[in-house]
């Protein structure tokens, strides 16, 4: 009697494991090929991957740092522990300036979804402090083909996870799980979060904190099993985390709060800048002019956000051209693309002294200055970031 007792505990837990099964790779941003040294490296991740031409972060203790502007848990978006682990990554999800600017993150399961299956889907996301706005459209889509765009816009797809048709997630202060039951039509292999709805499906909400005008999430802890068949219909539900601990964090990270340095941190402490030199994405520039492409402005904006954080920070700004000109209009042309940045920054409360300016001209192109494409890649500015002298 005891034998067949066990037998059948075994069988229950054998067919438990065998529906628990997460297929999501890499579900907690763990793996990784470089620890990240500057914003924008979501493609450190092993597996994962962004479907767009959209920059998303990826923030992970791999290196002790006090202040980090892409470390764990104080980076430049906020303060925020793992869910699970040593790294999360981090997403614009609606951008107040420009709505097009949102980005995605996604991956390919280890096997295709069933046909007429049963799945639970579900992440972990927290807003981060300096978010200005918050929204109820986080979302995640499972696809039988990788979604795809060489632009920078919205993916518009239909979601099997949303946060809320309502209610927007405005918690700053720990993990909300968020997570679905629904029914696969069989063959879906591809995976992505963000926010795939139209605008007039977003609800956004402004909040009394936070200055930027963005709503920034952080995700963490992904899963996608099998489950039998739910009693409970098909729909999204959200698990709050528990009262006592949000308290308990949210007067915690009023002290520690980057950019409101911590009280034990000096004003112009320069922790988490490195001994020599490191570099930021370059920003890119439209044919024969001044004027940046599009993309390039929220580089430009996280470059200013580095600045304003870190006052020992010091910049060198390197402007290229294309080959397309006579090499002297090209070295003028360098030049007043410089200057354009240099006022931009000056705008913007950096000191001059601060920056240093080197004009190349045509000289060091990184692409083939034969096609179009590769025009567009010479026509740059790289920055080198660097400490100042004490």
Known sequence: MLKQSFLIQLFVLCSLGLYAQNLVPNPGFEEFYNCPDKLSQFHNVINWYTPTIGNPDYY??????????????????????????????????????????????????????????????????????????AINTVEACVSKDALNSNFWEPLLQMAQVRFSNTFVLDNKDEWVEVKANFSAEGGEQYLSIGNFAHANQTVVKQLEDGDKLVAYYYIDKVQLIEIPKPVEPFVAEVKEPDTKNVKKKRRRNKKNKLGRKPNNIKKNDDSGLPENVMSVDPVYFKYNSTELVTSSYPELDQLVELLNTYSAMGLIIRSHTDGSSKEKDNMQLARDRADAVVEYLLENNISRNRIKVECLGSANPVSNNQTVEGRQKNRRIEFLITRLPQ
């Open 60 to 133: 992970n203790n791999c290196k002790e740092r006090k202040a980090d502007p892409f470390g764990v848990p104080y980076n430049i978006y906020g303060v925020q522990q793992p869910k699970d682990g040593n790294g999360y990554c981090g997403l614009v999800l609606h951008n107040v300036v420009n709505n097009r600017l949102v980005e995605y993150v996604q991956i390919k399961l280890d096997k295709p979804l069933k046909a007429n299956s049963h799945y639970q889907l579900s992440f972990y996301v927290s807003l981060s402090e300096n978010s200005k706005f």
